[in-house]
């Protein structure tokens, strides 16, 4: 009984590809979160969506799209593949009309460019 | 704007010994306050969390942290180490009372020995 799952689990691609990472929610929340987790195990936030509206958009570069079709999905899309983006990405969901903003996270999506 | 400093990056225990990682952050409002592990391989899992009221806030499997107001710390504790506690812990801060981005520290691998 999965809460938040992503799809693929791990992805490995050639530079200059275009890529989609999906994630859905089924703990009702109504704000998700893309996370990305470098080689050294930083974690940074990407973006975040309220209800399918952008909230969060920190600085990262314009090959990376986020979806949201509905509030349990989020997905992301990458354009023209760098090294660079090699990292583990993950989403994340929580409940903005709740007294606590607890982030639960999906199992994360290995993204390899070759 | 928020910040996490972890000091230990790397902590290697034997088994049974005792457990303090350390957690400080900047941030000029009040906060909500998370530590998470992420096991080999596996994704984040939240281990306990701060909102309010006693600062002494008790986890999963054995783990503790206390919030120190004036320190601005949240140190993770736990009096006896097991084997299974090998991972990288994370320590988390957002802005209270909105679905804000949740800003990590740089993460500590324990690592426990046998």
């Known amino acids: 009984d999965t809460a938040v799952s992503q799809t693929p689990k791990y992805l490995v691609t050639q530079m200059g590809n275009d890529k989609s990472i999906k994630c859905e929610q089924n703990l009702g929340h109504d ?21 399918k509206e952008l909230i969060i958009n920190e600085t990262v570069p314009n090959r990376f ?50 | 704007a928020q910040s996490v400093s972890q000091h230990n990056h790397h902590v290697i225990l034997s088994e049974a010994a005792s457990l303090e990682l350390g957690c400080n952050y900047s941030y ?29 806030v008790k986890g999963i499997k054995g783990f503790e942290a206390e919030f120190i107001k004036s320190k601005f710390s949240f140190n993770l504790r736990k009096p006896s180490v097991q084997w299974s506690d090998t991972a990288e812990y994370f320590c988390a801060v957002n802005a209270a009372g909105t679905a804000s981005k949740l800003t990590f520290g740089t993460g500590t691998r324990l690592q426990v020995t046998l």
């Open chain 1, 65 to 114: 799209s986020p979806k949201s079709p509905d509030k349990a999905h989020l997905n992301l899309h990458i354009n023209s593949l760098e090294l660079g983006d090699s990292a583990v990405y993950f989403c994340a969901s929580s409940l903005l009309s709740g007294v606590y903003n607890e982030q639960f996270f999906g199992p994360g999506t290995r993204l390899t460019v070759l």
């Open chain 2, 28 to 56: 000029g409002g009040t906060v909500n306050l998370f530590w998470y592990v992420q096991y080999p391989g596996q994704h984040l899992q939240l281990l306990l969390k701060y909102f309010s009221g006693d600062p002494l």
């Open chain 1, 31 to 51: 704000t998700m979160y893309w996370y990305k987790q470098d080689s050294k195990k930083f974690l940074k936030i990407m973006f975040s969506y309220n209800n």
